[in-house]
């Protein structure tokens, strides 16, 4: 069974090194490695070449190739009947190629195997970042998990039974993909132990716009509708109400109320702080406790503006792009 593994980049010079020095330390080592930038400005390249000699690498430069394209670009010049991919800023565990593949070395394999990730922290913006928007392991449902490209692999007769990630959509390209290959290549199967470790965003600033990007690719593909109805119902009729509620005199049923959306909104989130923040100082842990609700508030004030803004462009474009007019999950 040939493994290749694709990843693309652009101007990742500062942050390429962790995801190929990981690489080099996989128990199981990758066929081939096909990396296609999309026109960095910076020593991306060069940095991605030095490791010619410790891996079999393949880079090819592809100036304003998006995420979607380079990924196709990638696996179109693979050649191995498994495509591994993950992503740049993107720190491996030692087994993780090797446990992503195991499944498809078994009877009956899958078309798909969904890796899992964790956050990759140091700071105490970067440990609360992690509890408030991203999951554990305990969180998953194997059966309806939509894996993230940067842990993923699946048979490359899949990826083209599916007509390859869709290059129309620069966010939220992977969950289309996932989507897709759940409706027309075959079965998943989760392997937990296909570890990927990420960086979350490091500054309040660069959370917001990358939810905000999440969330007009959201509106671009027409996905989670409900999700998104039922956080403007949260923010803009909720809140309002119970502050009708308190102003009226009834404070008692507001509180509770409130109470009770509070834990709603941030239970999980503490659960998941409580677990990761481990030998933090005692102010450190009410800072990062303090942060939580901030980061749930800002990414959900940044998915309300940016889901509208994608559907503008889903409107402008609906009418004569018939890749827009596929099945919507929600």
């Not at 956050?119 to 970042?129: K, L, S």
């Not at 759940?182 to 965003?201: I, L």
């Not at 508030?297 to 889901?307: C, P, Q, R, S």
């Amino acid at each position: 069974m040939k493994v290749s593994l694709i990843a693309t980049v652009l101007n990742e010079g500062n942050a390429i090194k962790p995801l190929l020095d990981s690489l080099v330390a996989q128990s199981r080592q990758p066929d081939e490695v096909v990396i296609v930038d999309g026109g960095s400005a910076d020593d991306t390249v060069a940095v991605i070449e030095s490791y010619a000699e410790r891996l079999p690498l393949r880079v090819i430069v592809s100036p304003g190739a998006n995420i979607s394209a380079g990924r196709n670009i990638a696996i179109r010049a693979a050649t191995g009947d498994i495509i591994a991919g993950t992503d740049a800023g993107v720190r491996l565990s030692p087994r993780w190629l090797e446990k992503l593949v195991a499944p498809f070395e078994q009877p009956n394999p899958p078309a798909v195997v969904a890796g899992f990730f964790e956050p990759d922290t140091a700071t105490v913006f970067e440990i609360a970042m992690g509890a408030t928007v991203l999951p554990e392991l305990d969180d998953i449902n194997p059966e309806t998990f939509l894996p993230s490209s940067r842990s993923i692999a699946f048979k490359k007769e899949a990826w083209e039974a599916v007509g390859g990630y869709p290059e129309w959509l620069d966010f939220c390209e992977d969950l289309i993909f996932d989507l897709n290959l759940k409706t027309h290549a075959g079965n998943f199967t989760f392997a937990p132990d296909a570890v990927a470790y990420f960086k979350p965003r490091t500054t309040l600033r660069a959370f917001f716009k990358q939810y905000y990007l999440y969330a007009r690719g959201d509106g671009k593909a027409d996905l989670w509708r409900k999700r998104h109805a039922i956080r403007y119902g949260t923010y803009l009729l909720g809140i309002p109400v119970l502050g009708g509620l308190w102003l009226g005199g009834l404070r008692i049923p507001a509180l509770a109320a409130g109470i009770v959306g509070a834990v709603g909104m941030f239970y999980v989130s503490y659960r998941r702080l409580f677990r990761a923040w481990g030998t933090l100082s005692a102010t450190e842990k009410l800072r990062a406790a303090l942060w939580v609700p901030i980061i749930r508030i800002t990414g959900d004030v940044a998915k309300m503006l940016g889901y509208p803004a994608g559907w503008r462009w889903r409107l402008r474009h609906l009418p004569d792009d018939p890749r827009l007019r596929w099945r919507n999950p929600s």
